[in-house]
């Protein structure tokens, strides 16, 4: 089926469309480097935006205005498309089990897991007997109802929800304005009441002391940066929690987390290229932070426990694609780190776990995950791997160290998410759970390809590919291609429902591999950050020309779409080859660059700085972000069609920047568009946060995907 058979409604030929907004032009000037650096809308940005994100509804009326516009006026094109949303929302809707539940964790005499009320938004937190218990839902307790502590809110995001370790209590936390400020209540799971403990501000990360009378957590400060580590004791005022670490280094970021013994507390500080963590006896009720190896520029580490040593995943001694050295747990310092598991070129280990007398680790090579289990006493060494072109791989350990038992996930861009537990010591597997697709999905009805593009160095670019099966493969399809491209993160080839209902009106799904990333390998994420960043530009606009050349697609009938720094990527290839693309959907987009890693003042600029360079001090990286920048390098040439999405309490990438651009986009492009502008007035970087809201705005985006690639804009 053609997208342009579908439902978009024949009136938008004869409408007129509605005039676009005009943003004022306030233009300020300031000399950087030698250079005069003009902005001419930056006034988009609230002088009181810190205040912004606690408060809505404190953004300034001009500014306020303006955005009201844009989204009256992005509703007014979309309104051909308006059943085709809907129809969108009800087709992803179906792919969603209301019902649906997570595999129960066993710890202790209980089993934790989540479920859904059919319809409901958010989650119910649950646990019941590990034994089994009477009734239908074998002695079910409901420990945490999510959808109704978010009734009569405009925004509820839960973060966390862990239990203590005596099984009494239950630490939770909640964002209820999309500003990722958590505030963290302890439920008394016996009366089902909160205590009176309230701790807010947090990153809403929560890790219990072995004795259950405390918790630690993240503060963040005044300029909503994670940079202090406390503990909160029970029946205490938050104001005299102990300070265990406070990050003098705005550059760097803290963050918390347990080895699965249980044993110890990990305080990770970190930007993108440099890591120190701190470990905390959590059975010792006055034990303070010790340093494992203090921080050293480019050195990255963590930690897991067994026994009397620490299981080390790091980068030293130039392990570019990461090791596995040990330590003992007294003297964890590098002079005592021994290779366990060695470097070996082009094999990235991600991540590493400790279980009963094995450690398990998580790699990629050739751009494929496998787990790989090691006896510690023995050094004997299995793998799990699937015989796919292209699927997903993660671990999902649970809360328990003295097992035979490892949970992991599986899935392929065709095949439903698959839960597993894997016996380690029989090397057996048993399916515990396959995601459930209530419309209906047969995977034999698709095909998974990988192939590689070739990027101007010569560099093999690899794409992953779902279609359907009988897609006859002669250029015609239109194509969804979606990339990202920075941090290290690598997109996993996995199971994803919304773009079925792209694939299944006939378009081909692609997922470009570029370079920034870590699909392959750590050279990889290097190849495509501070002065090599136009690789992943150049990168994602071959992965366009191989998927035209192989017959998946043609010139002009793909739609690039990409969220954050992703957003970042759209915005670049927007002005470096905008005849290759249909449209463009940029979701939260990181497009003004330059301003926003010169001002040292926003949250996220002093750690962004190992990743894209710092322009204040280096006029070097002052060049090279400029000469990309998506908002500095918008020119007078056509452009296509482009939806930006946008957050007003996005601490992330802040809503002015993709308000700034489209406004720029219009006032200086000489044809093509339309420029669109939605930004959701009640939430962030992720959105909606109800699991049915958020299909609103992905409808949004696949509606004006369909309409660019069919009918056009008129």
């Known amino acids: 089926m053609r997208p342009d058979q579908d439902h978009a409604s024949r009136s938008a030929r004869t409408r007129r469309p509605p005039a676009p907004p005009s943003a004022e032009i306030r233009t300020t000037e300031r000399q950087v480097h030698g250079v005069t650096l003009r902005d001419d809308y930056g006034w988009l940005r609230a002088a009181n935006w810190k205040e912004v994100l606690r408060k809505p509804k404190a953004l300034p009326a001009d500014i306020r205005g303006y955005l009201d516009a844009e989204n009256a006026y992005c509703k007014a094109l979309m309104a051909p498309t308006r059943a085709l949303q809907k129809e969108l929302v009800r087709e992803m809707r179906g792919r969603i089990k209301e019902d649906d539940a997570s595999v129960p964790q066993p710890d202790g005499p209980f089993l934790y897991y989540s479920r859904y009320r059919k319809g409901a938004e958010h989650a119910l937190i649950c646990r019941k007997p590990r034994s089994g218990g009477r009734g239908r839902r074998g002695g079910e307790e409901i420990m945490l109802d999510a959808d109704a502590l978010a009734a009569g809110r405009d925004f509820f995001d ?95 970021f803290v963050d918390i987390d347990k080895t699965q013994s249980g044993r110890f507390l990990l305080i990770t500080i970190s930007d993108h290229e440099t890591s120190e963590t701190r470990i905390l006896d959590l059975g010792q009720a006055e034990a303070k932070p010790v340093t494992v190896a203090p921080r050293q520029e480019g050195r990255q580490y963590s930690l897991e426990h067994h026994g009397d040593v620490f299981a080390i995943l790091t980068n030293a001694d130039g392990a570019e694609d990461f090791k596995i050295v040990t330590a003992p747990v007294d003297a964890p310092g590098p002079a005592n780190w021994r290779d366990l598991v060695a470097h070996k070129q082009g094999r990235l280990i991600l991540d590493h776990l400790c279980l009963r007398g094995r450690l398990i680790r998580l790699e990629r090579e050739e751009g494929l995950p496998r787990i790989v289990i090691r006896d510690l006493a023995g050094g004997a060494e299995s793998s799990i791997a699937f015989d796919e072109e292209a699927y997903g791989l993660g671990l999902n350990p649970g809360f328990e160290f ?231 390098n918008v020119t007078a040439q056509a452009y296509p069609p482009i939806l930006a999405m946008g957050g007003l309490t996005d601490p992330r990438v802040t809503y002015w920047e993709p308000a700034k651009w489209v406004a720029r986009l219009r006032a200086t492009m000489t044809g093509g568009g339309p420029i669109l502008l939605h930004t959701n007035m009640e939430a962030g970087h992720g959105g909606a946060a109800g699991r049915f809201d958020s299909l609103k705005e992905t409808a949004l985006a696949y509606a004006f995907a369909i309409q660019t690639v069919s009918e056009g804009w008129g």
């Open 402 to 632: 003295e097992t035979d038992t490892l949970r992991f996930i599986y899935a392929s861009m065709a095949r439903p998410t698959e839960t597993y537990d894997y016996d380690l010591a029989a090397g057996a597997r048993t399916l515990l759970k396959r995601q459930e697709i209530p419309s209906g999905h047969d995977p034999a009805a698709y095909r998974v390809r990988r192939i590689f593009a070739t990027a101007p160095d010569g560099e093999r670019v690899p794409i992953s590919i779902l279609h359907r099966a009988e897609l006859a493969l002669d250029g015609s399809a239109p194509c969804l291609l979606y990339g990202y491209g920075s941090y290290g993160s690598a997109m996993s080839a996995s199971f994803r429902t919304r773009p079925l209902s792209l694939v299944d009106r006939g378009f081909v799904y692609a997922i470009a591999h570029v370079r920034g990333g870590t699909d392959k390998g750590w050279g990889w994420y290097l190849d495509g950050k501070r002065e090599n960043k136009r690789n992943t530009f150049t990168d994602f606009i071959a992965a366009a020309g191989a998927l035209t050349d192989a017959g998946f697609t043609a010139r002009g009938r793909i739609v690039a779409e990409g969220g954050s720094a992703g957003g970042m990527l759209m915005g670049a290839v927007a002005n470096m080859a905008p005849e290759l693309f249909a449209g463009i959907v940029a979701e939260v987009p990181f497009v003004d660059v330059l301003n926003t890693i010169l001002d040292d003042t926003l949250p996220l600029t002093p750690p962004e700085w190992p990743e894209w360079g710092d322009p204040i001090r280096d006029p070097k990286a002052f060049a090279t972000i400029r000469s990309y920048s998506p908002y500095d």
């Open 158 to 252: 839960l973060g966390d929800a862990a239990h203590s370790p005596d099984h009494r209590l239950l630490g939770w936390s909640a964002d209820e304005a999309g500003s990722e400020l958590y505030a963290i209540r302890v439920r008394d799971l016996e009366s089902g009441a909160d205590l009176p403990d309230r701790v807010a501000d947090t990153t809403g990360e929560i890790v219990w002391a072995s004795d259950s009378r405390s918790f630690f957590y993240v503060a963040l400060d005044a300029d909503h940066r994670p940079s202090r580590v406390k503990r909160h004791r029970l029946g205490e005022p938050a104001e005299a929690d102990e300070p265990l670490h406070e990050e003098a280094d705005a550059g760097m």
